[in-house]
């Protein structure tokens, strides 16, 4: 599959192929997080969430991993489709009732 | 379950007007957030309200407000609009904040001219 180290704001990445977006938060404090899927013209879609007592949890196709060394995330995609061409926000909070989004990256399938 | 309903969903006002826009969150949902997302500026966070009470505000200018009724329905005004108001308004429901999980609806869309 293909992965991006650091962050980027764009991935481009084969149908079929696994995909994996990175993302480094700020906070150390932060214990929760989420990511976001959104598509032009709609909002943000959650996808999947970790708290800070896990450093891994898997849903369908989808895979997060949290290190808090290095106050990273990331989502894994598993078997990228055509439909999961959009635009990937992480968010962290520190239980303050807001979101922190990172600045996202562009997904694009190619077919 | 219904979603978060967002109305309107497109609106163009004039420098120096007013404008309100409203959140319907899921039933039984307490928690309204309101984000605003420029291209520039991505994802910011406005303010957040839980039982009619605001418990958070990001770093906006007093000319964004807002306010949550009895049955968690939420409005947000900004006044005397700015070209720089233009963007994508988004509000975000939660059973009850914090690590509960966020639900956004699809949006309203304010173009300032």
């Known amino acids: 599959g293909e992965s991006v180290g650091l962050h980027l704001p764009t991935l481009s990445v084969q149908e079929g192929d696994n995909s994996i977006i990175n993302c480094a938060y700020s906070n150390s404090a932060s214990d929760y997080f989420i990511w976001y899927k959104q598509e032009s013209g709609k909002g943000p879609q959650f996808i999947i969430d970790i708290r800070s007592n896990m450093d891994k949890r898997q849903g369908q196709r989808v895979t997060v991993l949290l290190n808090k060394t290095v106050k990273h995330l990331s989502l894994q995609i598993a078997a990228t489709q055509p439909g999961d061409s959009a635009v990937y926000f992480c968010?962290?909070?520190?239980?303050?009732?807001?979101?922190?989004f990172g600045a996202g990256t562009t997904v694009t399938v190619r077919a | 379950k219904a979603g978060v309903t967002q109305t309107p969903r497109y609106l163009i006002k004039t420098r120096g007007q007013q404008v309100t826009l409203s959140c319907s969150p899921i039933s039984g949902h307490r928690s309204v957030s309101w984000y605003q997302q420029t291209p520039g500026q991505g994802l910011q966070f406005l303010f957040e309200?839980?039982?009619?009470?605001?418990?958070n505000k990001g770093n906006f200018p007093g000319r964004f407000s807002g306010r949550q009724f009895s049955n968690s329905r939420s409005e947000m005004n900004v006044s005397t609009l700015e070209l720089g108001d233009s963007a994508l308004y988004l509000c975000?429901?939660?059973?009850?904040?914090?690590?509960?999980?966020?639900?956004f609806g699809s949006g309203t869309r304010l173009t300032v001219v």
């Open positions: 975000a429901s939660s059973l009850a904040g914090g690590n509960y999980g966020y639900t």
């Open positions: 309200y839980f039982s009619e009470t605001q418990r």
């Open positions: 968010a962290e909070s520190t239980n303050d009732y807001k979101l922190s």
